[in-house]
């Protein structure tokens, strides 16, 4: 009979712990935004519904989260390399990325409400708003993680910056910023 011996911090995982925690919360995100565009379809075919075209500023929001997982991915592979100013660098870059990303979302929504598209009204209105809206709050938790990355990579020595969380980090950005995508093709063409 062979006993198993584990020392403290050893698993036989070859998974980031906190890598999977984030795959399995991406699971539930998939599951809520597939809730909300199977939804949208199912109130589009019961009429009632004004077709618009999406201002073209969540186009070129399409734009920034391609910009900001590049940025991203650069902050992993200077952390590989224990670059710790050039992951910082790349850290900001995509901070600064998703701030603009968010206040682009917000120059839509004003641009909605200018066509006469609000969030109270026709249903149509109604599931873009909570459905954009949903995904601003899900990039803005990646802006704080970001953050949280970046202040932390000033508290650490160029020695320690292998033990950052980038990888977790860059699997939500990344996510998030191809979520932005699925969402912006499947608006514009429902």
Known sequence: MSVLITHKGETNFKIDPTQFTIWIFLVSVVMLFAAFTSGYIVRKAQGDWVNF??????????LTVVLSSATMVAAQVAQKRAHKGQMQLALFASLLIGLAFIYMQFVGWNELMDMGIYFVGNPSGSFLFVISGL???????????????LLRSFLLDKNEIQSQK????????????????YLYLFLSNA
């Open 166 to 181: 980038i990888g977790a980090v860059a699997i939500y950005w990344h996510f998030v910023g191809a979520l932005w995508i």
């Open 135 to 149: 995904h601003a709050v899900h990039f803005a938790s990646g802006i704080l993680a970001i953050l949280v990355s």
């Open 53 to 62: 075209e999406l201002p073209p500023i969540f186009m070129y929001s399409c």
